[in-house]
């Protein structure tokens, strides 16, 4: 079954930049679309950026500009370039398969940005 591993998070002053990774096994990997979500306590999963199998990309508009989304298919892996980190971008980062059953989810990222 699809497993994803997530890393790269941590605590960044504001301004600051992170790079996220996201390792997926158990997938067709260059076959599926690929998103990074974000949630944060109290508030619903929000999608923030999505990749399709023909690198085309979505943005939310919190961070069109801002973020950057990418693929490396030879490694199953999916990336998430963080500049101009607000505070409002705290958050646990979370990378999804599109092959994945809608309710799996990996253990997720904490991205801090301090004001």
């Known amino acids: 079954q699809v497993q994803v591993v997530e890393s790269g998070g941590g605590l960044v002053q504001a301004g600051g930049s992170l790079r996220l990774s996201c390792v997926v096994s158990?997938?067709?990997?260059?076959?599926?679309?690929v998103g990074w979500y974000r949630q944060t306590p109290g508030k619903q999963r929000e999608l923030v950026a999505g990749?399709?199998?023909?690198?085309?990309?979505y943005y939310t508009d919190a961070v069109k500009g801002r973020f950057t989304i990418s693929r490396d298919n030879a490694k199953n892996t999916v990336y998430l370039e963080m500049n101009s980190l607000r505070p409002e971008d705290t958050s646990v980062y979370y990378c999804?398969?599109?092959?994945?059953?809608?309710?799996?989810w990996g253990q997720g990222t904490q991205v801090t940005v301090s004001s």
């Open positions: 999804k398969d599109g092959s994945s059953p809608l309710d799996y």
């Open positions: 990749i399709s199998t023909g690198n085309r990309t």
């Open positions: 158990g997938s067709t990997f260059s076959r599926n679309a």
